[in-house]
Each structure stands twice: as structure tokens, then as C-alpha cells.
């Protein structure tokens, strides 16, 4: 097994393949980082809050992470970090991209959702919701987010913009989602794309479009995070 630097409880990682590199981040402003997954090193990031979320960007090369109290911080190689003022309090659980025009786009508590060109400046959204939103996730120009009660919510580009207007798409299932991703996989040859969000007792949901979404049985009954 792989010792880490740390006692503290991590929540989240991602590999750059542009450094090269694994970040992963946790309790307490946590971040350690390693370039072959067995060797880590603990990096000084300035922040006391639970970091619960990272993403990289590849088109600026930037690591962004977001967390508790409204954290959000960005650092080009995994030790610099830099601040940025959110304009929220509430916890951020989840942040995503949509390329085209580079445009950010913070989840958390009570409906929270924010958006920004930069991670310089923030603009607080109208999500529609009230509940907690756990993850996002952005593909075939749409955002899809998860969260509390089985919330799901998309957000469509439109005038060159995505995350300003805001659609429910609750309704399959009542379980807390914690995880949503857009996957390419093959069966017998063919090859799919599926948005796919996994949750509470086992739940498992797909979706071809992020709108309609339909159950799928797992041999399981334990809560799924990722």
C-alpha cells in the first residue's frame, strides 16, 4: 500500500497529463501531490477549509479547486495556490468547464451555483433549487448537476453563454446523487455516450442527454460516491 503524507481525510484527485502529476485534496486545505501515485508530498496550501472538489484545466493549465465556507483557489502546478473571492459563504462541492469559451461553474449548498470566465470573478446563478448540489459535470454543450433528494438540474449554451439559465430535471429518483460524468464506452463492438450519476443504496442512472434519465440495477445496496 502507498503511505501518504497525511492523516487528514481526503475527498478528491485528478492527474494532469500535461505535468504529468497527481493532485489530491482533502480536510483542512489538504493538498499532496506525486508524479507516480506511490511517492507524495504535502503542499503548503494556504487554505484552512475541507477542499471537497478539483478539477485541471487543460486549455490554461490550471488546477481549481473548491470547498468549504465558499473556498474556491487555483494554482498553476499543484503547490503555488492562489485565493479567489467566491461572494458565498455556503459550502462548493463541485466545479466544472465548458471549454468553448472557458467559462467556470461552481455547486454546493442550498442551490448554490456560480459562474466565472477567469476564477477571478464570480457571478451567483439562479439554480431553481434549494437542495444541496454534490457534482457537474459539462458535455455536448450542457451542464449537468446532481445533488440532494435526487436533484438534477441542466443548463444549455445559449448566446455563447452556459450556467445562466437553469432547468429541473428531478424526478426518477429521491436518492442523494454524488457523482455524474459523461462516459464513451464499448459493448459488443458499439460504442455509446452516456451521462451516468451515482448515488444513495446503490442507485445508478443514465442518460443520453443529461434530461431523460432511467434507473439501471447494480448487484449492490451500498451508497456510491464516484
Request: hydrophobic letters at 40%; glycine letters at 10%.
Amino acid at each position: 500500500a502507498t503511505t501518504s503524507p497525511t492523516i487528514e481525510n481526503l475527498y478528491d484527485i485528478v492527474y494532469s497529463s500535461n505535468d504529468s502529476q497527481f493532485v489530491a485534496v482533502g480536510a483542512y486545505g489538504t493538498v499532496i501531490t506525486s508524479n507516480n501515485g506511490i511517492s507524495w508530498n504535502t503542499q503548503s496550501s494556504g487554505i484552512t477549509e475541507d477542499i471537497n472538489k478539483i478539477m485541471y484545466d487543460s486549455v490554461n493549465s490550471l488546477y481549481v479547486v473548491v470547498g468549504n465556507m465558499g473556498t474556491i483557489a487555483t494554482s498553476p502546478d499543484g503547490a503555488i495556490w492562489t485565493s479567489k473571492t467566491s461572494g458565498t459563504t455556503n459550502d462548493l462541492y463541485g466545479i466544472g468547464m465548458w471549454t468553448s469559451t472557458v467559462t467556470y461553474i461552481a455547486v454546493g449548498a442550498a442551490g448554490t451555483v456560480l459562474t466565472s470566465p477567469n476564477t477571478n470573478t464570480w457571478t451567483a446563478r439562479t439554480s431553481g433549487v434549494g437542495t444541496d448540489l454534490n457534482a457537474i459535470t459539462v458535455a455536448l454543450n450542457r451542464a449537468v448537476v446532481v445533488g440532494q433528494a435526487g436533484t438534477i438540474i441542466t443548463s444549455d449554451v445559449t448566446g455563447g453563454q452556459i450556467g445562466t439559465v437553469w432547468v429541473d430535471r428531478t424526478g426518477l429518483t429521491s436518492e442523494d446523487l454524488h457523482s455524474v460524468s459523461y462516459l464513451t464506452y464499448t459493448i459488443n463492438a458499439v460504442v455509446y455516450n452516456d451521462f451516468f450519476a451515482v448515488g444513495n443504496n446503490a442507485t445508478v442512472i443514465s442518460s443520453a442527454d443529461g434530461i431523460s434519465w432511467f434507473q439501471i440495477s447494480v448487484p449492490s445496496t451500498n451508497h456510491l460516491f464516484n
